[in-house]
C-alpha cells in the first residue's frame, strides 16, 4: 500500500522507540525518509531502506535546522511531511529540578517543534502543502502519581498541544495540516526502566492490557501524514489503548 509514494518525509528521533517505528512505515509506504538525530545514523537510514538518509542536527538550533532544510532540499527539492518525534523526559521533582533543566525539557520537547517548523514550512509552500505531526503525550490528561517528578514533561507536552492548535489555523491557507499524536505508555527503550507495579496501575486503567508499541503510535501518523486526511487539522489523537481519563 504505496499511500506516500513521492513523499518526502522528514522524522526527528528516528534512530530509535517511537520515531524508529513511524520512520519504518512511512518508508514502506513509499515515502523518501528523513531521519533528524543528534548523531549520524546512516546504519538506521540503510535499515530503513527506500533511499532514507540520516542527518546529524540539535533540533533545538535555528543553525542546524537550516542546515536540515538546505540538505533536504539539495536531495529530494521538497518536503511533504514534518514528524516530530525526539523528546526527553528526566524525572524530577519540584524540589529537584533546576531551571536549567526545565529549560532544557521544554526547549526539545516544545520549542524544537517551532524552530523545526519555521525551516521546513518554507519548502512546503514550494510543493503546494504538506503535513506536521507532533508526537504530544497522553500524560497531558492524567494525573501522575505524587512525586512523579513530571512536571516539566507535561507541560512542555501541554504546550504543544497549543502550539498544533495555532499552527493548523495558522497554516491552513498554504495547504498544510498540522496534527498531534497522544502515545500512551509506549514499549520503547525510555520505557524499559518503569517499575512492573506501575506498569500494573496503568494497564488497569486501559480497555487494551498491554503497553503500546511503536508501530501502533506508526499507524495513525502515517494517515495524518497520507492524503486521506487532508481534511484533519488541529487535532489531538490519543493513541492508548483505550486508558481511562479524567
Same mark, same amino acid.
Given at each position: 500500500?504505496?499511500t506516500?509514494e513521492?513523499?518526502?518525509?522528514?522524522?526527528?528521533?528516528?534512530?530509535?522507540?517511537?520515531?524508529?517505528?513511524?520512520?519504518?512505515?512511512?518508508?514502506?509506504?513509499?515515502?523518501?525518509?528523513?531521519?533528524v538525530?543528534?548523531?549520524?545514523?546512516?546504519?538506521?537510514?540503510?535499515?530503513?531502506?527506500?533511499?532514507?538518509?540520516?542527518?546529524?542536527?540539535?533540533?533545538t538550533?535555528?543553525?542546524?535546522?537550516?542546515?536540515?532544510?538546505?540538505?533536504?532540499?539539495?536531495?529530494?527539492?521538497?518536503?511533504?511531511?514534518?514528524?516530530?518525534?525526539? /523528546? #526527553?523526559?528526566?524525572?524530577?521533582?519540584?524540589?529537584q %529540578?533546576t531551571? &536549567?533543566?526545565?529549560h532544557r =525539557? $521544554?526547549?526539545?520537547?516544545?520549542?524544537?517543534?517551532?524552530?523545526?517548523?519555521r525551516a521546513?514550512?518554507?519548502?512546503?509552500?514550494?510543493?503546494g502543502?504538506?503535513?506536521?505531526?507532533?508526537?504530544?503525550?497522553?500524560?497531558?490528561?492524567?494525573?501522575?502519581?505524587?512525586?512523579m517528578?513530571?512536571?516539566?514533561?507535561?507541560?512542555?507536552?501541554?504546550?504543544?498541544?497549543?502550539?498544533?492548535r495555532?499552527?493548523?489555523n495558522?497554516?491552513?491557507?498554504?495547504?498544510?495540516?498540522?496534527?498531534?499524536?497522544?502515545? /500512551? #505508555?509506549?514499549?520503547?527503550?525510555?520505557?524499559?526502566? %518503569?517499575p512492573? &507495579?506501575?506498569?500494573?496501575? =496503568? $494497564?488497569?486503567?486501559?480497555?487494551i492490557?498491554?503497553?503500546?508499541?511503536p508501530?501502533?503510535?506508526?499507524?495513525?501518523?502515517?494517515?495524518?501524514?497520507?492524503?486521506?486526511?487532508?481534511?484533519?487539522?488541529?487535532?489531538?489523537?490519543?493513541?492508548?489503548?483505550?486508558?481511562?481519563?479524567?
Amino acid at each position: 500500500m504505496k499511500t506516500h509514494e513521492g513523499k518526502v518525509a522528514i522524522v526527528t528521533g528516528g534512530r530509535q522507540g517511537i520515531g524508529r517505528g513511524i520512520a519504518d512505515l512511512l518508508a514502506k509506504r513509499g515515502a523518501k525518509v528523513v531521519i533528524v538525530n543528534r548523531t549520524d545514523a546512516p546504519d538506521i537510514a540503510k535499515a530503513i531502506g527506500n533511499d532514507a538518509i540520516s542527518i546529524a542536527a540539535d533540533i533545538t538550533k535555528e543553525a542546524d535546522w537550516a542546515k536540515v532544510a538546505a540538505e533536504v532540499e539539495k536531495r529530494f527539492g521538497r518536503a511533504d511531511i514534518l514528524v516530530h518525534a525526539a /523528546g #526527553i523526559y528526566p524525572l524530577a521533582t519540584l524540589d529537584q %529540578m533546576t531551571p &536549567e533543566e526545565w529549560h532544557r =525539557v $521544554f526547549s526539545v520537547n516544545l520549542d524544537a517543534h517551532l524552530v523545526g517548523a519555521r525551516a521546513i514550512v518554507p519548502l512546503m509552500r514550494k510543493g503546494g502543502g504538506g503535513s506536521i505531526v507532533a508526537i504530544g503525550s497522553d500524560a497531558v490528561n492524567l494525573v501522575t502519581p505524587p512525586g512523579m517528578g513530571f512536571s516539566h514533561y507535561v507541560a512542555s507536552k501541554m504546550g504543544v498541544v497549543g502550539l498544533v492548535r495555532a499552527l493548523a489555523n495558522e497554516l491552513a491557507a498554504d495547504n498544510i495540516i498540522v496534527n498531534a499524536v497522544h502515545p /500512551g #505508555i509506549t514499549d520503547t527503550e525510555g520505557a524499559s526502566g %518503569m517499575p512492573n &507495579e506501575q506498569k500494573a496501575q =496503568v $494497564f488497569m486503567m486501559q480497555a487494551i492490557k498491554r503497553l503500546g508499541t511503536p508501530a501502533d503510535i506508526a499507524g495513525p501518523v502515517a494517515f495524518l501524514t497520507s492524503d486521506d486526511a487532508r481534511f484533519v487539522t488541529g487535532q489531538t489523537i490519543a493513541v492508548d489503548g483505550g486508558l481511562l481519563k479524567l
